[in-house]
């Protein structure tokens, strides 16, 4: 590798790095200076702009929506732009030094894809962590809403106290629900919109109960015991199946990562091994046939586990 290269490499990484790291500090300092309100605000804004959308027909636009939905949903303070910097500088960090190290364009590809997938990664696990905490908060949000009805307070006093009285993340989208009645909007709409941001079952069961409730009536305190007692049961028989099938899973997590980690390993140190495999006819054959095996494989599992939630 020419030096012309490695400085041209090495400006491109440093200057993206400078960049994501000045718009971070940024926002945390603009979000620290604002205070908790322009917080709150800036975050129902963001909610109405994207989760109250229609869905768009363009591929890219599904893509963009898309990403906007994992970056709210995981409860980060970053901006879309910001985390697509940082995506943006771990691709160039991580494909620069596999570049820089193995002296070959495809591992620089290979780490620059690896180093994009990593925030996005942690954003995955951090979104579906932060949905189990509302699901198991949901239960006793939705025993407040009974008591609070049951007291003789309306729907939207009732949604006021779960929001004072919650802790963790679920009183945070009831209180900027409060937020958004206070600011003139209607109700359904705000349920709908706390449904669409928050993609748990329970919670669309919840909003479709208060929503029809408030549109025909009917004894709402019982109604919620029972959707108490039926999502208890719910979770209850979903941490079953999770526990019954953690070592299957797991297997299933070790034996998937096996092939792609030997591919890996003879790429980077015993190159001679895996080239014969890309020389030969048959060799190339039984390459594609793995590729495919492995890729219905692991879709076959996350549907499997897909199914048992």
Not at 210 to 216: A, E, G, M, N, P
Not at 273 to 299: K, N, Q, T, Y
Request: proline share 2%.
């Amino acid at each position: 590798m020419g030096t012309e290269v490695i400085l041209i490499t090495a400006f491109l990484s440093i200057s993206a790095v400078a960049l994501a790291v000045g718009l971070v500090v940024r926002e945390w300092w603009a979000v620290g200076r604002a205070g908790q309100g322009a917080s709150s605000a800036l975050r129902l804004r963001r909610a109405t702009d994207v989760f109250d959308q229609q869905s768009p027909q363009q591929f890219f636009g599904k893509v963009d929506q898309a990403f906007d939905r994992l970056v709210l949903e995981s409860g980060s303070e970053l901006t879309s732009a910001t985390t697509f910097l940082i995506m943006l500088a771990c691709g160039l960090f991580c494909g620069g030094a596999m570049w820089l190290y193995h002296d070959q364009p495809l591992m620089g590809v290979l780490g620059a894809m690896s180093g994009l997938a990593i925030p996005l990664l942690w954003l995955s696990s951090v979104r579906s962590r932060r949905m189990r905490q509302i699901s198991d908060q949901l239960p006793h949000a939705i025993e407040t809403l009974a008591r609070a009805t049951r007291a003789g307070r309306s729907v939207e006093q009732a949604m006021d106290l779960v929001a004072q009285e919650s802790n963790g993340v679920l009183s945070h989208e009831f209180r900027r629900c409060q937020q958004q009645l206070n600011l003139g909007r209607s109700f359904e709409k705000t349920l709908r919109s706390l449904a669409h941001r928050v993609r748990v079952m329970e919670m669309q069961l919840l909003a479709t109960t208060l929503i029809v409730q408030r549109q025909s009536g009917g004894p709402l305190s019982e109604t919620l015991d029972r959707m108490t007692t039926v999502i208890r049961e719910r979770l209850a028989a979903q941490r079953q199946v999770r526990a019954a099938t953690a070592a299957g899973r797991m297997s299933t997590l070790v034996v998937a990562s096996i092939a792609p980690l030997i591919v890996i390993f003879l790429f980077s140190f015993r190159r001679d091994h895996l080239f014969v495999l890309f020389d030969d006819l048959l060799g190339r054959s039984l390459l594609l046939l793995a590729m495919v095996l492995e890729i219905i494989g692991l879709i076959w599992v996350v549907w499997l586990m897909r199914s048992e939630r």
